[in-house]
């Protein structure tokens, strides 16, 4: 049997032993008339022959017949890789005309096109994720500008606490795929590595998903997905969230950098938009304590002020106006705590304590005392119940007193006439536990989780507060390493309770 260089004339055999001596070319030579290869230089008839699919179509077979093949083609491997080639071939013609060889030269595109195409999807991330400064928007951009591009499933989920994450973006090649499919966030692989991933700081590549699929849903083992990856969402040393990209084709390190840079852009995206919406509630904050301050503020210096001039004129009734003067006064000075307290609170600082070793039954019969002329007023019967007889506290006791005067105040405010306000405590787990008690109209369930937020405050009766003395009082009773809730029916009765350690 010829050897299959011999199938040419001897100067084309010259020529393939000079393109042979080229090593910095993939170069394939084939001769007439089945295109047998005669030579080949390099990886050249590998990256040619996952082309030979179609024999019509081939770039050699055409060449052959005459043609100049000049193009880029693009082939999917059984095992997901991809290779995209350049072909430039051209025939080998002797003197009558006849061909007798076909020369193709390959380059092998891929690194450039993917170099390209990083530069592109990195450019539009850019740009995209500037959009917006809502979260869930700008993350559900993110997720799409990967989804089909680089795989078939993108999810995007934020720490939403200590040990939860919050599914807050979602993109799917196929939409109606998983449409019965809830919840969405725990049925496709690897949320068991997302912990793992924002501890370390650092993005993972799954190369099989073989195994994490295991459990999954039949329909979402049917969307033949084969790797994945996981990149953390990190901004200004703060891990946010994690990303999570699966795809039915073989990923690898050159998708992991790139989805791990374009990552950090969104959560370089989402910090800009939570410091906006920050920005935001504290310039609401501003003017939210500017009204306080205009309208609240008012009445109790016009009754001062109305106090002081009927003494003026009266001095025999000087007795009950200096009492609305002191109550005025009081009143001020709480409210004034009450905003330098949430204005150092929005500001990030911490309750500043003097702490010092008090009697716990003590500072209840205190704080009574400086609410029963506001009880008696309004005919509510302060009553109390401990059940201990010498507790001691080590903490700020004006702080205290100012938790007991912000609940007391709130209790007595949504009592009626002839009702009680019961003051109890008790030693729990070496803890103090105080309730205050009131028998007004209660909370909504709907408003529970808002009552000791900064100026909000749920209508009781057809009374509204401030929404300052809870947030403060909790605050306070934080700062000292308690807790604070409340317990409301809405037909009978509310109760605020909070706990402060014993001194040791």
């Given at each position: ?87 430039r ?26 170099r ?31 989804v089909p ?58 190369g ?56 950090g ?12 919406a ?40 000087a ?12 009143r ?50 302060l ?73 909000w ?47 040791r």
């Open positions: 049997m010829r050897e299959p260089a011999a199938l040419l004339p001897d100067p084309a055999r010259r020529i393939v032993d000079a393109l042979a001596a080229l090593a910095a070319l993939d170069v394939v030579v084939a001769a007439p008339p089945h295109g047998a290869i005669v030579a080949a230089t390099r990886s050249a008839a590998v990256l040619l022959a996952p082309f030979s699919d179609d024999p019509q179509r081939h770039p050699l077979a055409r060449s052959l017949a005459g043609a100049v093949v000049d193009e880029d083609l693009r082939h999917t491997a059984a095992n997901g890789a991809v290779t995209h080639v350049h072909v071939a051209v025939p080998v013609r002797d003197g009558g005309g006849a061909v007798i060889a076909a020369v193709a030269v390959l380059t092998d595109v891929a690194a450039e096109r993917r390209r195409d990083a530069a592109g999807l990195l450019a539009d991330a850019g740009s995209v994720l500037l959009e917006s400064l809502d979260g869930d928007h700008l993350l559900q951009l993110g997720a799409d500008l990967l591009r680089l795989g078939d499933v993108c999810l995007v989920s934020t720490v939403a606490g200590e040990d939860d994450l919050r599914l807050r973006a979602l993109a799917l090649a196929d939409p109606t795929a998983l449409a019965g499919e809830r919840p969405l966030h725990d049925v496709f692989p690897l949320i068991d590595r997302a912990w793992d991933v924002l501890q370390d700081s650092r993005p993972v590549l799954v099989d998903l073989g195994p994490a699929l295991a459990g999954a849903p039949a329909a979402v083992r049917g969307l033949g997905l084969r790797a994945g990856l996981l990149a953390p969402l990190i901004a200004r040393g703060r891990a946010l969230g994690v990303l999570r990209l699966l795809a039915a084709r073989r990923l690898d390190d050159g998708d992991l950098e790139l989805v791990a840079a374009i990552a852009r969104m959560a370089l995206a989402l910090d800009n938009a939570r410091q906006h920050e920005a935001l509630r504290a310039s609401q904050a501003r003017e939210d304590v500017l009204t306080v301050v205009s309208h609240d503020l008012r009445n109790p210096l016009s009754a001062i002020t109305l106090g002081a001039t009927v003494l003026v004129k009266k001095i025999r009734d007795e009950e106006n200096v009492a609305i003067i002191q109550r005025s006064a009081a001020i000075e709480r409210l004034t705590e009450n905003l330098l307290d949430l204005a150092g609170a929005q500001a990030g600082q911490t309750t500043v304590l003097e702490r010092e070793i008090a009697d716990a039954r003590a500072l209840v019969d205190e704080a009574l005392a400086l609410q029963r002329p506001l009880a008696d007023k309004k005919g509510v019967k009553v109390v119940d401990l059940q201990f007889s010498e507790a001691p506290l080590f903490c700020d006791p004006l702080r205290i007193a100012q938790v007991f005067g912000n609940l007391l105040d709130n209790a007595i405010k949504f009592s009626a006439s002839g009702q009680d306000v019961l003051v109890t405590g008790a030693v729990v787990d070496h803890e103090l536990r105080f309730a205050v008690a009131d028998h007004g109209p209660g909370i909504d369930e709907a408003d529970l989780p808002h009552v000791f937020e900064p100026f405050s749920a209508m009781r009766g057809g009374k509204k507060g401030l929404g300052l003395g809870l947030s403060i009082a909790r605050s306070i009773v934080d700062a000292h390493g308690g807790r604070m809730w409340v317990d409301s029916d809405p037909a009978t009765s509310t109760v605020f309770s909070f706990t402060l350690p014993l001194a």
